[in-house]
C-alpha cells in the first residue's frame, strides 16, 4: 500500500516562502521519480517540478525556475519543494507524485498520488 502525505502548505504574502514536505510509505522508495503538482481552482493539474531516484536529474517548470526546488532524503522517504519568491499565482492545491517511470510524471499519469496541500499566497 503506497501513501504520500504532504505537509507545509499554508498562508503566505507574495514574496514569501513555503516549503513543502512528501512523506512516502513505499517499498524502495529510492527507486522512485518523484515529483510535485499543482492544481488552482478552475484550472487543469499542472507540472511542477520533478527528482530522479538519485537527486542529480532534476526538472522544472518554466514558470518555477530559480524559485522553487525540488529535493529528496531517501533516508527519510521524503521529498521537499523549497518555494521561494512566491507569487499571487502561485497559489494552489499542490500535490506529490510518485512513480518508477519519469515518462509516467512527463505525461502527468504517475502511479501515486498524495491528497493535497494547499498553498495560498496574498498580494
Known amino acids: 500500500q503506497v501513501q504520500l502525505v504532504e505537509s507545509g502548505g499554508g498562508s503566505v504574502q507574495a514574496g514569501g516562502s513555503l516549503r513543502l514536505s512528501c512523506s512516502a510509505s513505499?517499498?524502495?522508495?529510492?527507486?522512485?521519480?518523484m515529483a510535485w503538482f499543482r492544481q488552482a481552482p478552475g484550472k487543469e493539474r499542472e507540472f511542477v517540478a520533478a527528482i530522479s531516484w538519485n537527486s542529480i536529474c532534476t526538472y522544472y517548470a518554466d514558470f518555477v525556475k530559480r524559485r522553487f526546488t525540488i529535493t529528496r532524503d531517501n533516508a527519510k522517504n521524503t521529498v521537499y519543494l523549497q518555494m521561494n519568491s512566491l507569487k499571487v499565482e502561485d497559489k494552489a492545491v499542490y500535490y506529490c507524485?510518485?512513480?518508477?517511470?519519469?515518462?509516467?510524471?512527463?505525461?502527468?499519469?504517475?502511479?501515486?498520488w498524495g491528497q493535497g496541500t494547499q498553498v495560498n499566497v496574498s498580494s
Open positions: 507524485a510518485a512513480d518508477l517511470e519519469l515518462s509516467k510524471v512527463r505525461t502527468k499519469t504517475p502511479g501515486y
Open positions: 513505499i517499498r524502495s522508495f529510492s527507486e522512485y521519480v
